[in-house]
């Protein structure tokens, strides 16, 4: 059994170890430098290349060795059990969080991130309206909170633009999942909010790419640690590390262990960007939370539409790299 245990720890131990990797995970709060798009030459470089290559082969593997591995781990079992039992408080988790969210929110005078400070008193209005609904007990009132906050993220659309507010896209499929509570399709709102969440992680990871000098400003002042890399390498794999967890929460594979150790990573970012850090990311700590607790159970991924391994192997390889073209391509020309 130790031998079975050492290659899914060394991996978790991995992911924990490149901690700093997420640091700047909306570069936008913390660089000043003005954006300047790479040139996608540049971008499309043999490094790219070969770390596409790499993580695809990588992932695929994953299907076939790591997953099963980890479900026959005894400890492993035993936590999943203790923690199937609580959830049916995963929809209150995301009420009552989101409300709290939108109170830290409205107390920093910004709505859905820092860098969208509040100029006007009907969305102050509007916001503590959501908020208060919210926390009422009653799931007519939070389907009226969904609305409210609906509405704000549909004026903060108009004034960001759509590719901009596409980093906080998680915030319509928490709006998604309160909307349709109590109702037919209530089991369809975790499987979208792990979907919103893991695309906007994998956006997120694009600007990396597309935008890598206020990344590499950000290591710079803030004196991210780079392990012996060069800034400008250490940009393209911070970004890869997390356009892969985005892509793992999509296609629903180490959902719940994925969770945890990205709850240990944005918890240790808070020591490098304090206030900022806590505002900005506080629902996603809600969020993930929720997946610690729910796991995969409620959700069929679309890897288990293929029933033979390799299938599953093939399917991951030739997915990875048609999102990740798709992400780059789309990122750099519109955003």
């Known amino acids: 059994m130790i031998r079975r245990v050492k290659f899914p720890l060394l991996v978790l131990s991995f992911l924990i170890i490149l901690t700093p990797l997420f640091a700047e995970a909306h570069v936008k709060w913390f660089s000043e430098v003005t954006p300047v798009k790479e040139e996608i030459e540049t971008i499309l470089s043999p490094l790219y290349m070969a770390l ?16 099963p591995i980890i479900d026959r781990i005894p400890i492993v079992q035993r936590i999943n059990g203790y923690l199937d039992k609580y959830r049916i408080s995963s929809r209150y988790i995301l009420k009552y969080g989101t409300a709290v969210a939108l109170i830290i929110q409205a107390v920093s005078g910004s709505i859905f991130a820092p860098e969208f400070q509040i100029n006007n008193q009907t969305v102050i209005v509007a916001l503590w309206v959501a908020i208060i609904l919210l926390l009422i007990p009653i799931h007519y009132a939070t389907k009226a909170g969904a609305i409210v906050l609906l509405g704000l993220f549909i004026y903060q659309l108009g004034e960001s633009g759509l ?16 909307l349709i509570g109590k109702t037919k399709l209530e089991n369809w709102g975790f499987p979208f909010l792990y979907l ?16 890598p000098a206020m990344s590499v400003d950000i290591i710079s002042r803030h004196g991210v640690p780079t392990f012996g890399f060069a800034p400008e390498i250490f940009v393209v794999l911070a970004a890869f590390i997390e356009f892969v967890v985005g892509y793992l929460l999509i296609v629903g594979i180490l959902n719940r262990v994925l969770a945890f150790v990205l709850t240990l990573i944005f918890i240790s970012t808070t020591l490098l960007f304090g206030v900022t850090e806590i505002i900005g990311h506080f629902m996603i700590h809600i969020i993930l939370i929720i997946f610690i607790i729910e796991g995969v159970s409620f959700y069929d991924p679309p890897i288990k539409i293929h029933k033979t391994k390799i299938d599953q192997f093939i399917f991951i390889f030739l997915n990875f790299i048609f999102v990740l073209s798709a992400f780059l391509l789309i990122y750099y020309r519109f955003a």
Do not use: N, P, R
């Not at 596409?52 to 997953?67: E, K, R």
């Not at 919103?196 to 935008?211: D, F, H, Q, R």
């Open 163 to 178: 590719f901009h507010m596409l980093d906080y896209g998680f915030y319509l499929a928490i709006i998604g999942v309160l």
């Open 52 to 67: 596409s290559l790499f993580i695809a082969i990588l992932l695929g593997v994953l299907t076939l060795v790591l997953q």
């Open 196 to 211: 919103g969440t893991g695309l906007s992680l994998c956006w997120v990871a694009a600007e990396k790419w597309v935008y």
